[in-house]
């Protein structure tokens, strides 16, 4: 599933691509970056930063402006999560704990693709 703002950002960089005539290749080049990249974007697969968005625009002669706008209707709690009521030192600890399992993960890929990480590294004494 695409999220929405993610598909929205790549809607505003395609239109406003094909409205200076450019290909995926030429924009990517400009840019310094992949095709495969603004592909990404623009079918909504990958989030840029916003600082990245703004760097794609200002190569296509445009400034992004950014504001916000309220709600039509509350966002109900179940899409905030049990987040709201959690404690600060609980946010934290969850916060740690997706930080260790990212971790994990990036140590097992360095070592499927048999690259030493410095947690895992032998140290030759």
């Not at 109900?76 to 009521?85: C, F, I, K, N, W």
């Amino acid at each position: 599933m695409r999220c929405q703002i993610s598909f929205k950002v790549g809607s505003v960089l395609r239109a406003a691509r094909e409205q200076q005539g450019l290909s995926q290749r030429r924009l990517a080049l400009r840019a310094g970056t992949s095709q495969d990249a603004i592909s990404r974007i623009e079918r909504g697969v990958e989030a840029p930063t916003l600082e990245r968005f703004a760097q794609l625009m200002l190569v296509l002669g445009r400034q992004p402006v950014l504001h916000v706008e309220p709600l039509d209707s509350p966002v109900p709690g179940s899409e905030l999560g049990a987040v709201t009521e959690m404690t600060a030192r609980e946010r934290l600890r969850e916060a740690s704990s997706w930080n260790r399992v990212a971790s994990r993960l990036a140590v097992v890929g360095e070592q499927a693709r048999g690259e030493d990480h410095p947690a895992t590294a032998r140290r030759e004494l």
